[in-house]
C-alpha cells in the first residue's frame, strides 16, 4: 500500500507544460495552475560568464544589473517601482552558464510582465550614465561578498586551479579593472550578440488561460527580430594525473580550511548525478557520515563539507573542512580521505542508501512545489539539460543509481591524484 502510495502521489505531482518556437526562434514553455491568482513571467537567456572574452569577464553579471536600468518605454529607475506598485516582486541571477530574469504577479498583471520583459529585450537603453552607476553597484557586490567577507573568495582560488583552459576558471563577478576599462560600445556589442530571442527561453507559469496567454506572446516577442546565430567555442580540459597544492591567505579569518576539488563532468552526464548522491552521503545533515565521525564523534573539525557543483561543461566536486583546536588542514585530508576511501571499496548500507533515496525524493518534491520554482526549473531543463520533461523524470535517474554505482564512480573521480588541494589560510602576521 505505501508503494503504491508513493507513486500516486508522484504521478500527482506531475508537472504538466506545453512548449513551442516563435517564428523569431525564441522558445516558450506554459505551465497551467489554477491554485492560486499568481503567475511567474521569467526569461532566461544562455549566456554567462563562460561566453564571455577572457579579456573582458564581468559582462554576463553586469548585464543581470545593468538591464533594470530602464528601456525606451521604461523610465530609468522606475522598473522596480512598477513592479511593487503592481503587487508583484522580480529578480534576476547569473550563473557561468545562463542569466536569468522574472517576475512574479498577481494573474491579472501577467501582461505587465510580458511587456517588460520584452521590453528589456527590444528597447533596452544602454547609455554611459546606466554604465557608471551599474559599476558602483557590481564595486560594492565584490566587496560584500568576496572581498571582505570571511573565505569568500574561496571559490574563486579553487576554479583557477581546477580549470586551465575553460573559462569556468574566472567567476561570474568577473574583474573590476575590465569592467572599468570598457567602453559603452563593448556593452552594446554584447547586448547584440546575446540578448536576442533566438538565445532565450520564456516561461509563463501559474493562474493562466493558455489561449489568452500565447495570444499576448505572439503580440509582445512575436515582432522582436531574430538575432544573429551564435558561435560558441568549446573547451576541453587535460586530465588532472598530479595533485595541485595552492594556497590562499584571508585577511576577513582566523581559523584555516582545506578544500579538495575534484574535477567532474558535464551535468547531464549519468555520473554527475551519482556524484550528488556521494557528496549527500558524505555530508549533508548531522548524520552523515563526515559530519558524525570528524565533528560529533572525533572533535577534530569546526565544519565538514562535500558538494557537487554541476554545470553545463564540466562539474566540480568540492570536500574540505576548518580544523578544530590542535588538528591540523593535514590531519582533516587523511580522514575525509579514509571515508572516500571507504566509499570507493565497500557499498554503502541497505540503510543508508534507502536513506539517501528518501532524501533525493523530498527534494524532488520541494522542488516542484511552488510555480516560481516550477518556472525556474522548466526554464534550465530545457535550456541546459535539452529535456524540458526532466522536471518530471530527473528523479527516476536518481531512483536507479545503485550501490555499485555509487562506489564505482567514486573510484573514477574521487582519487588523491585528480584534484586540487587549497589550503584556505589566515593572512600571515607582517613583520615589523
Known sequence: ???????????????????YDLDNGMHVILHQ????????????YHVGAKDEDP??????????HLLFEGTENIARGDWFKIVSSNGGRNNANTTQDRTYYYEVFPSNNLELGLWMESERLLHPII??????????????????????APYGRWREQMFINLFDKHPYRWQTIGSLEHLASATLEDFKKFNQTYYVP?????????????????????????????????KRQTFAEDPITEAIRAKYHDSNIQ??????????????????????????????????KLYKKLVDEQKQALQVFAFNGTQEDYGAYIVGGLPLGENSLDDLITEIDEEIVKVQTD??????????????????????????????????????????????????????????????????????????????????????
Open 55 to 64: 579579456s573582458k569577464t564581468g559582462f554576463a553579471h553586469f548585464f543581470e
Open 347 to 432: 557499498l554503502i548500507t541497505e540503510k543508508d542508501y534507502q536513506k539517501l533515496q528518501n532524501k533525493f525524493e523530498n527534494q524532488f518534491v520541494n522542488s516542484n512545489s511552488s510555480v516560481e520554482g516550477i518556472a525556474n526549473s522548466l526554464a534550465r531543463y530545457y535550456m541546459l539539460y535539452d529535456d524540458t520533461n526532466l522536471i518530471n523524470t530527473e528523479i527516476d535517474i536518481y531512483r536507479s543509481i545503485t550501490r555499485e554505482e555509487i562506489r564505482d564512480v567514486a573510484k573514477k573521480y574521487l582519487n588523491p591524484n585528480q584534484r586540487v588541494i587549497l589550503e584556505y589560510l589566515p593572512e600571515e602576521p607582517k613583520d615589523n
Open 198 to 230: 533566438n538565445n532565450a527561453v520564456l516561461v509563463v507559469a501559474g493562474d493562466i488561460d493558455i489561449p489568452k496567454t500565447k495570444k499576448m506572446i505572439q503580440d509582445y516577442f512575436g515582432p522582436i527580430p531574430r538575432g544573429e546565430e551564435i
Open 127 to 148: 547609455n554611459q550614465i546606466g554604465v557608471d552607476t551599474q559599476k558602483e553597484v557590481v564595486q560594492e557586490e565584490r566587496r560584500l561578498r568576496y572581498d571582505n
Open 255 to 288: 581559523i584555516p580550511a582545506v578544500l579538495m576539488g575534484y574535477r567532474t563532468p558535464a551535468q547531464t552526464e549519468r555520473d554527475a548525478y551519482v556524484l550528488d548522491m556521494i557528496s549527500t552521503y558524505l555530508s549533508s545533515g548531522r548524520s552523515s
Open 1 to 19: 500500500m505505501a508503494l503504491l502510495a508513493s507513486v500516486a502521489t508522484m504521478q500527482a505531482q506531475q508537472v504538466a507544460f506545453e512548449e
Open 33 to 44: 495552475d489554477n491554485g492560486a491568482p499568481v503567475v511567474t513571467t521569467s526569461v532566461m
